[in-house]
């Protein structure tokens, strides 16, 4: 399912979301993670990261730069997930896993390659390409 959102300032955000047996993969359909839709994408995958099952993974993959603002809100959605649930990260560039790397935070959340997140994946009914 793709999920197309629009922050008070007009930016347009797009999300898919993905089951799977353990939880939910939110891949992140935009080129860059800053400060033009760092709010909105912070709400709208907290939002989701609630009822998202055990582990919620964050398909970064499509994501080729973040800035503090992007990083910023990944730390929030991280420190609100409910106890007992998990987030991980998957699919980061070099330039994005450089981000986690310098502020250490590559030590603190879980980061696993892109293949490892789709091969776990479970495609979901009706998914909407537009």
Known sequence: MTLQDESAKGTKMQLSLMPRDDGLTIRVDEKRLD????TAFKDKVRTLATHGGTQVTLDL???????????????????????????VLSGLSPNVERVFRLTRMDKVMTIIPAATAVSSAVPSCGTDPA
Do not use: C, N
């Open 61 to 87: 993959t499509p994501v080729e730069f973040m800035d503090s603002s992007g990083l910023g809100a990944v730390i929030a959605i991280f420190k609100a997930m409910p106890s007992g649930r998990s987030l």
């Open 35 to 38: 400060a033009a839709i760092a």
